[in-house]
Nanobody
Framework: QVHLVESGGGSVRAGGSLRLSCTIT????????MGWFRQSPGKEREGVAI????????NYIDSVKGRFTISRDNAKNTVSLQMNNLQPEDTAMYYC??????????????????YGQGTQVTVSA
């Protein structure tokens, strides 16, 4: 069993910042990849950022590069997403995702087996 618990999220005005965190627990040796997806109404879920838990390899979708930063804390089995200069188009439900086997592909091709329940991010103009 693998469980992902997210925290953070909320509502901000355009240009503001939020920080999301996700902790993974369960009966496994270690997470291989952790990251974040998002989904807004009427759109498909998309990968936002992915972090290798074995090294410092990271990958982002183009629309968040330079604004979002993903980071890891292996001791706490946690991954965080610092989101700066948020824009209304970033409004979505954000989901933590994880894999405990394999390798970390580019975020656009990642199909993780585990997701959290999601946390809402709302950015107003």
């Amino acid at each position: 069993q693998v469980h992902l618990v997210e925290s953070g999220g909320g509502s901000v005005r355009a240009g503001g910042s939020l920080r999301l965190s996700c902790t993974i627990t369960g009966t496994f040796e270690s997470a291989v990849c952790m990251g974040w997806f998002r989904q807004s109404p009427g759109k498909e879920r998309e990968g936002v950022a992915i972090q290798s838990m074995d090294d410092d390899e990271k990958n982002y979708i183009d629309s968040v590069k330079g604004r979002f930063t993903i980071s890891r804390d292996n001791a706490k089995n946690t991954v965080s997403l610092q989101m700066n200069n948020l824009q209304p188009e970033d409004t979505a439900m954000y989901y933590c995702a994880a894999a405990i086997r394999g390798f970390c592909p580019p975020v656009g091709t990642w199909r993780p087996p585990y997701y959290g329940q999601g946390t809402q991010v709302t950015v107003s103009a």
